[in-house]
C-alpha cells in the first residue's frame, strides 16, 4: 500500500504504431467513463492521479456505492456486483444516456473469486451445506443480470472472459456491437481481490473496475480508433504510478494501460491482446 501512496510518475505511450487501412479500422466515441477502486473511486480522480495531478485518497470509500441497487440488494450483494454496477452507472451518468436503453458487454477474468472459494472449501466437506443465493451470486453473468434488472433494462447483455485478455475481448465485443447496431452500448469490465487457495494461482489483491459509454459517430468525444493484428506486438504496460494496482492481474493492468492513453492530452497508441493470437492496435484521441 506505501507504493500506492508515492508521488505519481505517469506517461501514456505515444509512439506511433505501424500504419493500418482506415477501412480496416473500427472507429468508435467514447461518450462516458467509469472507474473505481480503493482510494480513487470515480475517473475523475483516477484520471488525476494517471496525469500525476494527484494521489490516492486515503479517506475513500472502502466498497462501491452502487447506488442503482435497491438496498436490500446492496447489502446482500458480492463485491463484483456492486463493484459493476458502480462504474456502469457512472459511465451512464457521464454519458447522460438511460441505462434502460443500452445494451451492456461485462467482462471480467475469474469473476467473484471469494464465492468459488467458499463453494469449493464447501463442496469438500459439507456439499448439503451449500448456499443456493452464494451459489446463484457465483454465476459469470450476476453482475450483467443485477445490473439490468437495477436499470430496468431490456436491451441485449453479455458476460465475457477471455482469461487474461478479457479487457480487450471485451472492448472488442462492445465495439463490434456498437457499430454493427449502430447504438451506444454500455461496456464494463472489472476483477475482486482472491480468496484461499485460489489466490495462489488466480492473485488479484485489489478490486478495480472500470465502464465504457461507447457511441458511434460524434466528433467531440474522445474518439477510439482499433485494427486487428496477429500476436506478436508488445503489450503497453500500465504506468508506474499505478504499477503495484496493476501488476498481478493482466485485465487490471490493460485497462489501466487504456486509461493512461485516455487521461493524456494527446493521442496516444497502445496494444493490447484481445484473445490467444489476435491483438488489438488502438488510437486514442482524448
Given at each position: ?54 494521489e ?37 451518468a ?103 487457495p485460489?489466490?495462489?494461482?488466480a ?56 486509461l ?19 491483438m ?7
Open positions: 500500500m506505501a507504493a500506492l501512496l508515492e508521488k505519481p510518475e505517469c506517461a501514456a505511450r505515444t509512439d506511433p504504431e505501424a500504419s493500418v487501412s482506415e477501412s480496416s479500422r473500427l472507429n468508435i466515441g467514447i461518450a462516458g467513463i467509469g472507474a473505481w477502486t480503493r482510494g480513487a473511486p470515480g475517473w475523475p480522480i483516477l484520471r488525476a492521479l494517471l496525469r500525476g495531478e494527484a490516492w485518497r486515503e479517506d475513500a470509500a472502502a466498497k462501491p456505492a452502487a447506488a442503482i441497487l435497491p438496498p436490500g440488494e446492496r447489502r446482500r450483494a458480492p463485491e463484483s456486483v456492486l463493484l459493476a454496477a458502480e462504474i456502469a452507472g457512472q459511465a451512464c457521464a454519458a447522460q444516456r438511460d441505462a434502460a436503453s443500452l445494451p451492456c458487454v461485462f467482462a471480467s477474468t475469474h469473476g467473484e473469486l471469494s464465492i468459488t472459494d467458499y463453494m469449493c472449501a464447501t463442496l469438500s466437506v459439507a456439499p448439503q451445506e451449500l448456499s443456493p443465493t452464494k451459489f446463484h451470486n457465483s454465476v459469470h453473468n450476476a453482475p450483467a443480470g443485477y445490473w439490468t434488472i437495477a436499470a430496468q433494462c431490456t436491451a441485449g447483455s453479455s458476460a465475457v472472459s477471455g482469461y487474461h485478455a478479457s479487457f480487450g475481448a471485451g472492448l472488442l465485443e462492445a465495439a463490434v456491437l456498437a457499430l454493427a447496431d449502430d447504438t451506444p452500448v454500455l461496456f464494463a469490465a472489472y476483477d475482486t481481490g482472491s480468496t484461499g485460489l489466490a495462489e494461482i492473485r488479484t489483491t485489489r478490486a478495480f473496475g472500470v465502464a465504457l459509454v461507447l457511441a458511434p459517430g460524434g466528433t467531440a468525444l474522445p474518439q477510439l480508433s482499433i485494427a486487428m493484428r496477429d500476436a506478436g506486438a508488445a503489450v503497453t504496460p500500465a504506468p508506474a504510478c499505478v504499477a503495484e494496482l496493476a501488476r498481478d492481474n493482466p485485465l487490471i493492468a490493460h485497462a489501466l494501460g487504456f493512461a492513453a485516455l487521461a493524456g492530452a494527446a493521442p496516444a497508441h497502445l496494444t493490447l491482446p484481445a484473445a490467444s493470437g489476435l488489438l492496435e488502438m488510437e486514442v484521441r482524448a
